[in-house]
């Protein structure tokens, strides 16, 4: 069964300019997550999908982070304009229905630097 | 909200060690606690989870927590600690909340095993 698959791996920016990643979920897998993990802190959810509604965007920096998932399969994170400290690692993970205590399987992320 | 403490951030160890991580977290309704790893160069990988039941749980090589509810604990353990285990472990609650089913992180614990 293949994972969680993200890109790019690795991403290098300068401040304000604009940045997407992409992610495609576990086939199957109604609900999709975007967290962020800062350097030496756990990671936080961003945004969560069921299918291709939101369901909790309360940590977004609406400002200038957006999220889609619009065919309810894979999703795009957009940060535009990039401040330096967005720097952090962007997991995309997803599970079966959402449902408490369900497993999350996580990709190997986007590493973003923004000088 | 709920929120997760890991008390050491960094352990060193030599192999064959036992090994014990602290995870409390606060929450006053129903949660289910998950331990994921990340070892060098990987993805965060599901350790274990307890989702009810028997509060001992065991998960892949060898690990087991026990969840305290009187004392909001999920500790992890591992009674002989090898190389392999070097990775980094975050202890996770999942809560209801921000109208889904939040997966909130603590900050990590570095594990180092020394040959």
């Known amino acids: 069964e293949a994972g969680v698959a993200q890109s790019p791996r690795y991403k290098i920016i300068e401040k304000r300019q604009s940045v997407a990643f992409w992610c495609n979920p576990i086939s199957g897998h109604a609900t999709l997550y975007w967290y962020q993990q800062i350097l030496g802190q756990g990671p936080k959810l961003l945004i969560q999908f069921q299918n291709n509604g939101v369901v909790d965007d309360s940590q977004l920096p609406k400002d200038r982070f957006s999220a889609e998932r619009l065919k309810g399969v894979d999703s795009t994170l957009k940060i535009q304009p990039a401040k330096l400290e967005d720097s952090a690692v962007y997991l995309c993970?997803?599970?079966?229905?959402?449902?408490?205590?369900?497993?999350?399987?996580f990709g190997p992320g986007t590493r973003l630097l923004v000088l | 909200a709920q929120s997760v403490s890991q008390h050491n951030h960094h352990v060193i160890l030599s192999e064959a060690a036992s090994l014990e991580l602290g995870c409390n977290y606060s929450?006053?309704?129903?949660?289910?606690l998950f331990w994921y790893v990340q070892y060098p160069g990987q993805h965060l990988q599901l350790l274990l989870k307890y989702f009810s039941g028997d509060p001992l749980v065991k998960g892949i090589k060898g690990f087991e927590a026990e969840f305290i509810k009187s004392k909001f604990s999920f500790n992890l353990r591992k009674p002989s600690v090898q190389w392999s285990d070097t990775a980094e472990y975050f202890c996770?609650?999942?809560?209801?909340?921000?109208?889904?089913?939040?997966?909130?992180f603590g900050t990590g614990t570095q594990l180092k095993v020394e040959l």
């Open positions: 993970a997803s599970s079966s229905q959402g449902g408490l205590g369900e497993t999350q399987y």
């Open positions: 929450y006053g309704g129903t949660v289910n």
């Open positions: 996770a609650v999942n809560a209801p909340g921000g109208g889904g089913n939040k997966l909130t």
